[in-house]
């Protein structure tokens, strides 16, 4: 019998940039063909020969302008998602404790704009998954595990 071949889990990485007032920084999707007109976190995929740490970095450098030494990084939050199809993703989450730079939108084809939210009280139209990411980093949670029941 032949074995059936499962591809590896996607790596997403994520900066969430709290300002010194404890607001987020989101971004509204558009174009991407993945949750247009919500807000979500920046963040990308990880590229062959780069660690977790300098992959957020770049994307972070990437989607906002904003540069941070990928050593600064702190790893607040993994997640491990499973699609209802059984795709998995397993997600990265920094926050960073300093970064240079003002975040500007460097993607407008793929984001129609940026903005600095109160944690507590994100837009009806954040997208449900980077809420919950947002809470549980805020609460000091390191992990979570999505679709495996």
Known sequence: MEEERVEGPVI?????LFRGDGRVLLGERQNTG????RYAIPGGGLEPGESVAQGAARELFEE???TVDPDTLHC??????RSARGATRIGFFFTAPRWEGTPVNREP???????????DDLPENTIPFAADVIARIRRGEPFSAHGWD
């Open 76 to 81: 607040a939050h993994v997640t491990h998602h």
């Open 64 to 66: 906002v302008g904003v």
């Open 12 to 16: 997403d990485l994520c900066v969430v």
């Open 109 to 119: 084809h793929l984001c129609s704009r940026l903005t600095w939210e109160d944690p």
């Open 34 to 37: 993945f949750q247009d007109g």
